[in-house]
């Protein structure tokens, strides 16, 4: 079988688990619009807040310390109904604290709402994970998270493209709305 052959199948495989492909459909989507927040956070930071350097490493550090936390709510038992609320709810404090951001640009509220947004970011993915692992058979695992990260590189790619000119375009605040609106 060629590797385009195998590639082809594992997709069909994986595809006709339902819960597997709305978790990776979702997941997707929200990682297109949380990413445009790594171009979005240095204008934002620079231009909007007028923060300089230290601004920026504090949304940066206040991201990247929720992320941490959040991810560790993984350590708590759950089945999966509990493990789907924590995925959805990391999903919709990600959207909340963006929007509310991306309205209302001020530094100490930034530096909140980023770490709230890492906390949701955290939950949602280590919860997406368990989730994808039940959902699919153990065979198929290393086709599934191949897919999954297939389709995060590409919408990474294209949420840095967008960001950029939605920044030009419409300025730091809009596209943190923005990204809110779409996670």
């Known amino acids: 079988e060629s590797l385009t052959a195998a590639t082809w199948g594992g997709l069909r495989q994986v595809a006709a688990i339902p819960s597997a492909l709305r978790l990776m459909l979702i997941s997707t989507l929200a990682v297109l619009s949380v990413g445009m927040v790594n171009v979005a956070e240095v204008v934002f930071a620079l231009e909007e807040l007028d923060a300089g350097a230290l601004g920026l490493s504090l949304l940066v550090a206040a991201m990247g310390t ?4 959040g991810a560790l709510g ?3 038992a759950g089945d999966q109904a509990a493990w789907l609320r924590r995925y959805l709810a990391g999903l919709a404090l990600m959207a ?4 509310l951001v991306g309205l209302v640009p001020v530094l100490e509220l930034a530096v909140v709402a980023f770490f709230f947004t ?4 955290g939950l949602a993915l280590t919860h997406e994970r368990l989730l994808l692992v039940r959902a ?3 065979r198929l695992h290393g086709r599934a998270f191949a897919i999954k990260r297939s389709a995060v590189a590409w919408a990474f790619s294209a949420s840095f493209l967008g960001s950029g000119a939605l920044c030009a375009a419409l300025g730091s ?3 943190l709305a923005i990204a809110g609106a779409g996670a």
């Open 118 to 121: 890492g906390l949701g970011n």
């Open 66 to 69: 929720g992320v941490t936390v």
């Open 136 to 138: 699919v058979p153990e």
């Open 173 to 175: 605040p809009a596209t």
């Open 74 to 76: 993984g350590l708590r």
């Open 96 to 99: 909340a604290m963006l929007l």
